[in-house]
């Protein structure tokens, strides 16, 4: 089975600052996918951003991006110049590479980020 | 962009009474999923469903909960006898082939 950890259930971050929310998990597969999804007020489910573990190069997203480190089982996500915005509960998720029948996201704790003035 | 649509927004209804969530998934997409958030927790699984069948459920999907596709577009999850402990945020997803799951903006449940 697959486990997702986020360590930090709260962050906050001065609007135009920098954040990392950290995500480590666990699993024996070699093929797989990592996401992050934001969940604003409104509990809306938004793609922020995907890395495919046989990459190395990390994912960007215009202000968002990954460091994927695949031997230690990390995924964090950076922020850069936080906007108000950005304020919601960040989850990191973990999803099997798909071989014929649906494959499911495992979801971390999650993270809540407050973007401050 | 096509987006997964669910509906009602909010439900609320008493316990032991059944209720169906509905969702209409993104039209080309083939593996469609049932989620579950209490207030303040982890988004959990609950079932997939590909090609016209179950593919994986959790532990908390057990005989009080059915799902169906009953035309090809819609996506059902049925709790047959509510209890108060199923007041929650559901969402459904849909997806391809190792993309992402897209998600509907979710169905909040209060049984009272």
């Known amino acids: 089975a697959q486990t997702v950890t986020q360590s930090q259930p709260e962050m906050s971050v001065q609007e135009a600052e920098t954040v990392t929310l950290s995500c480590t998990y666990d699993t024996s597969e070699s093929n797989y996918y990592l996401f992050w999804y934001k969940q604003p007020p409104s509990r809306q489910m938004i793609l922020v951003i995907r890395?495919?573990?046989?990459?190395?190069q990390n994912a960007t997203e215009n202000r968002f991006s990954v460091n994927f480190q695949k031997a230690a089982k990390s995924f964090s996500l950076k922020i850069s110049d936080s906007q108000l915005g950005d304020t919601a509960m960040y989850f990191c998720a973990f999803m099997i590479e798909n071989t014929g029948t649906a494959s499911k996201l495992t979801f971390g704790t999650g993270t809540r980020l407050q973007v401050t003035l | 962009e096509p987006e997964v649509t669910q509906t009602p927004s909010h439900q609320v209804t008493q316990m032991g009474q059944e209720v169906i969530l509905r969702c209409v998934p993104i039209?080309?997409?083939?593996?469609f999923y049932w989620y579950r958030q209490i207030l303040g927790q982890k988004v959990e699984f609950l079932v997939s469903f590909y090609n016209n069948e179950i593919s994986e459920k959790s532990e908390i999907f057990d005989d009080q909960f059915s799902v169906e596709r009953p035309d090809g577009s819609n996506f059902t999850l049925k709790i047959r006898s509510t209890k108060l402990e199923d007041s929650a945020m559901y969402f459904c997803?849909?997806?391809?082939?190792?993309?992402?799951?897209?998600f509907g903006n979710g169905t909040r449940l209060t049984v009272t």
């Open positions: 890395q495919e573990a046989y990459k190395q």
């Open positions: 997803a849909s997806g391809r082939d190792n993309s992402p799951l897209h």
């Open positions: 039209s080309n997409h083939l593996y």
